[in-house]
């Protein structure tokens, strides 16, 4: 059983649409942080969110932590080709250890 | 930038051999993680590190071994490595604490024959 789900699995679009991406858990985390990886290399940190309600915007992507600290979004508005990667939530729940999400495969094509 | 590296970025080896994959942080992280990940999919962490001789298991059970002799060094090892080892692996650091960032390594994309 995973501990954090993230929707959808694949997502491709058109550039310059708007898209959202889910990150849920039936469990509370403590923060919750969203990476985003590119082909041949490892995830790279967009965000970290702390605290239940918090909504960061960062450009065009904007991140959304839930009012219970069990779930997250990512919106990204007006996607273009260099969003393409996987995209992948993290929530940290005990001490030291992140818990990594399923993943949204998202392609942008131009 | 992370200043975190790894070696090789390919292997293909053959089954049997003794392998080991090579990790280096220069940030004075004291957590160090090994992830295995199959291409484009969820990672899953298989060793962590709170800092020198200190290595647990993570939550994939997986037949290689870790050591933590140096702050900046974290090698993973496969005594004989098979078919079903074949894989991404990817190492990361962060200070220590709860939700630190993680900075990763470019991977290892490991193929056994």
């Known amino acids: 059983t995973q501990l954090l789900e993230q929707s959808p699995q694949f997502l491709s679009i058109q550039e310059g649409e708007n898209l959202t991406v889910y990150c849920n858990s039936s469990s509370v985390f403590s923060s919750l942080q969203w990476y985003r990886q590119e082909p041949g290399e490892g995830p790279v940190l967009l965000v970290t969110?702390?605290?239940?309600?918090e909504v960061k915007k960062l450009k065009r992507l904007t991140f959304q932590f839930g009012d219970a600290r069990k779930d997250s979004s990512l919106h990204i508005t007006a996607a273009q080709p260099g969003d393409t990667g996987l995209y992948l939530c993290a929530g940290a729940r005990r001490a030291n250890n992140l818990f990594f999400g399923t993943g949204t495969r998202l392609t942008v094509i131009p | 930038e992370a200043d975190i590296y790894q070696t090789p970025r390919y292997l293909v080896i053959g089954t049997g051999k003794k392998i080991t994959l090579e990790c280096s942080q220069t940030m004075g992280h004291d957590k160090m993680y090994w992830y295995q990940q199959d291409p484009g999919m969820e990672l899953h962490l298989i060793h962590y590190s709170y800092g020198v001789n200190s290595t647990e298991k993570g939550d994939l059970s997986s037949e290689s071994t870790v050591s933590r002799i140096r702050t900046e060094h974290f090698p993973l090892t496969l005594e004989s490595a098979r078919p079903s080892h074949t894989s991404q692996y990817l190492c990361?650091?962060?200070?220590?604490?709860?939700?630190?960032?993680?900075?990763f390594g470019p991977g290892t994309r490991l193929l056994v024959l």
């Open positions: 990361a650091s962060s200070r220590a604490g709860l939700g630190e960032t993680q900075y």
């Open positions: 969110v702390v605290t239940g309600g």
